[in-house]
């Protein structure tokens, strides 16, 4: 492969295209950047004609329940690892994760958590509030299930939960992955 520079009048201005000559049987991805004003950058790489090899393994997603707080609470848990907490956002379930939960399981312990009120999980006592704090109730599930130290995503309302959860007790909460 050989390095090629190629300059083209991009927005109105002179840009800056840097990458690479494919050698033939190379397949060449693409990537644009946009950047402040009229200027894009364009960034070529090869990719190799062989697809790599992935790992095929297929990891099933179990649906379960466990009693938390004298909650029937829902989970799905896929995987074995070090253990990896999904918290859905709101009007959502423990299912909003099932798409990605078979990839994750290839390295982790996978449980994705309907919060009470939500899929499966009975209501909270006491009734649902937007805004309450459901860490103490994640803590508890956790505790029932004899989950260490463990890496926690949240999208949404499951984003503020995980936020106070690692808040709450920083031991717990190895990382903390906010989405959306």
Known sequence: MRPVIDRRIVGGRYGTMVGVA???????????TRTLGDDMSVILRSVPSE???RDQ????????RVIVDGMSTQYLEA???????MLHGYEQ??????????????????????L???GDSA?????????????PFVAGFLDTLGVGPLDVVGNSVGGAVALRLALADPRRVRTLTLVG
């Not at 494919?22 to 644009?32: E, K």
């Not at 297929?58 to 649906?63: E, G, K, L, S, T």
């Not at 995987?79 to 907490?85: F, H, I, M, N």
């Not at 209501?123 to 860490?135: E, S, W």
């Open 116 to 118: 009470p009120g939500h």
């Open 51 to 53: 697809p790599q090899r």
């Open 22 to 32: 494919p050698v033939p049987g190379d397949a060449v991805g693409c990537h644009v």
């Open 79 to 85: 995987g074995a690892g070090p253990p990896l907490l």
């Open 57 to 64: 393994r297929v990891f099933a997603v179990r649906d379960c």
């Open 93 to 114: 379930s423990a299912s909003s994760w099932r798409w990605v939960m078979p990839t994750l399981a290839r390295t982790h312990r996978v449980l994705a958590l309907s």
């Open 123 to 135: 209501p909270a006592v006491g009734g649902y509030a937007p805004g309450r704090d459901l860490a």
